[in-house]
DNA sequence: AATTATAACTTGTATATACAACTAAAATAG
DNA sequence: CTATTTTAGTTGTATATACAAGTTATAATT
């Protein structure tokens, strides 16, 4: 029976001296001590003061440079890096994602799947040519709370590139999400999204049970594979039931 | 005269071993040759391959798993990491920066600029107490075209925790953006957004001239320095005016 | 057959060394 | 004084080596 260090709970655990001196650097420029612009110590100041290799100083250097915390430039040397403060990241998820992520139950209902010819504005969203086919589906997300309320959250209305994702008509849409599936057949290298706020037009009020003209998120979503654009889908919410949420440090 | 590389226009140049090594390795990953938690060759193979020192393959498997292309576990290996296609992320600007990126010129004007006592919600918002005092400022935001059109984006309604930023009132937030000012007074830290559609009030569709009830995107936004939360805003714009959009890879 | 121990392989940490490439300040030559 | 060269210091790349630590498959033992 070997002895593995995870088996000695009291082992005193001794963070890698690169680690040490990591957080030796972020508690200098937290406390101000370091600001930013100013010079940090070399890596072979570092070195000599953690007694320590330069390799090993430079690694501790080097990754909170790829962290953004540092800036480095070769001849004259490390410094702290001023704080990102002009923008921000908000996280968008899908919609089944977020649902259970309230603990909640997410299920969908498929209202069309069909071919249509694409309008110009598709084509080019899509990369494809006017005229040429595409497949267009329509699906309902509902969010059923654990009380068992249930009501309408997002409709989707998704144009695929049938040239990509050929087998997407075959597909039922209320047990598998467009999401789930496309990721499955065409790795999603990148998005885009568009985020503005709509009044619901006729269609949309009937379809989410909500009035006509009430204010709706509507997210816009172009997906790509590393072969091209996969699909474009328009995720309309009701103002008052959905909201994107993003929490991220600068 | 000393004879710098770049002053050698004509070189040849040879992009580093291990970026190479990182470059193949992708290659293989987009063409899909090496699939997703497929093993990719260990440090030593790719050494080999590569003729080059274990260390310097490393580097390569290394940068590229700090990228969260490929995944390591000590003893077992390294494999091609699934692509995080649950999440993408949205970036959120100010709307100064916002407008000044779509070459246009950005205007304030400063509604107003007071001091009142929090409500609960306000103070919850800004972790003080009820009834204390914070100063609230409104500030209209106009973005005009090159062609001099000049129309209101954005309402800015901003509660400011004076502990934090007690010369607030002093300022003239027609010269000055909120943002500036109190990044310049307490670095920001941290920020959390919400956004949501919301049905224009007669207060906003006033200052926004816009009509009643028509559909708005709302941010809320709160703000963080090291010593605590900075402010609490809320932005308005009419629907049709302003847009988030978002651009990441996977 | 099931368990345990071994061995081979993998990644992780750390050091020592060498040289290249770049920067900025000091020394030098005009 | 100015322009140039030198020099010292700094980061960047690359190698060779050693051992630690975790995983997995194989071999040995019970």
Same mark, same amino acid.
């Given at each position: 029976?070997?002895?593995?260090?995870? *088996?000695?709970?009291?082992?005193?655990?001794?963070?890698?001296?690169?680690?040490?001196?990591?957080?030796?650097?972020?508690?200098?420029?937290? =406390?101000?001590?370091?600001?930013? @612009?100013?010079?940090?110590? =070399?890596?072979?100041?570092?070195?000599?003061?953690?007694?320590?290799?330069?390799?090993?100083?430079?690694?501790?250097?080097?990754?909170?440079? +790829?962290?953004?915390?540092? #800036?480095?430039?070769?001849?004259?040397? !490390?410094?702290? $890096?001023?704080?990102? =403060? &002009?923008?921000? %990241? %908000?996280?968008?998820?899908?919609?089944? *994602?977020?649902? =259970?992520?309230?603990?909640?139950?997410?299920?969908?209902?498929?209202?069309?799947?069909? #071919?249509? &010819?694409?309008?110009?504005?598709?084509?080019?969203? /899509?990369?494809?040519?006017?005229?040429?086919?595409?497949?267009?589906?329509?699906?309902?997300?509902? +969010?059923?709370?654990?009380?068992?309320?249930?009501? $309408?959250?997002?409709?989707?209305?998704?144009? #695929?590139?049938?040239?990509?994702?050929?087998?997407?008509?075959?597909?039922?849409?209320?047990?598998?999400?467009?999401? +789930?599936?496309?990721?499955?057949?065409?790795? %999603?290298?990148?998005?885009? @999204?568009?985020? +503005?706020? #709509?009044? $619901?037009?006729?269609?949309?009020?009937?379809?989410?049970?909500?009035?006509?003209?009430?204010?709706? /998120?509507?997210?816009?979503?172009? !997906?790509?594979?590393?072969?091209?654009?996969?699909?474009?889908?328009?995720?309309?919410?009701?103002?008052?039931?959905?909201?994107?949420?993003?929490? %991220? !440090?600068?």
């Amino acid at each position: 029976m070997y002895i593995q260090v995870n *088996d000695l709970v009291c082992m005193v655990m001794v963070a890698p001296k690169f680690i040490q001196i990591k957080q030796y650097i972020c508690q200098q420029i937290e =406390s101000g001590k370091w600001q930013q @612009h100013s010079k940090v110590p =070399s890596e072979n100041e570092l070195a000599e003061q953690f007694s320590v290799s330069r390799m090993t100083a430079r690694r501790a250097l080097q990754e909170l440079t +790829e962290q953004g915390v540092l #800036v480095r430039t070769q001849g004259a040397g !490390t410094f702290v $890096a001023t704080f990102k =403060s &002009q923008s921000s %990241l %908000l996280e968008i998820r899908n919609i089944a *994602d977020e649902i =259970s992520a309230r603990n909640h139950i997410h299920h969908a209902k498929q209202i069309t799947l069909s #071919v249509l &010819q694409a309008s110009e504005e598709i084509a080019i969203l /899509l990369n494809i040519n006017k005229g040429d086919k595409v497949f267009y589906a329509e699906v309902l997300h509902y +969010e059923t709370t654990q009380l068992g309320i249930s009501e $309408a959250i997002q409709l989707e209305q998704r144009y #695929v590139n049938p040239k990509l994702v050929p087998e997407y008509l075959q597909q039922d849409l209320s047990v598998i999400t467009s999401h +789930e599936y496309l990721s499955s057949k065409a790795p %999603l290298t990148e998005a885009t @999204h568009e985020i +503005e706020a #709509v009044a $619901a037009s006729p269609k949309i009020a009937k379809l989410l049970a909500i009035f006509l003209q009430q204010p709706c /998120l509507q997210i816009k979503r172009r !997906t790509w594979s590393s072969k091209g654009v996969v699909s474009f889908a328009i995720l309309t919410s009701p103002g008052d039931k959905y909201r994107l949420g993003g929490h %991220l !440090t600068f």
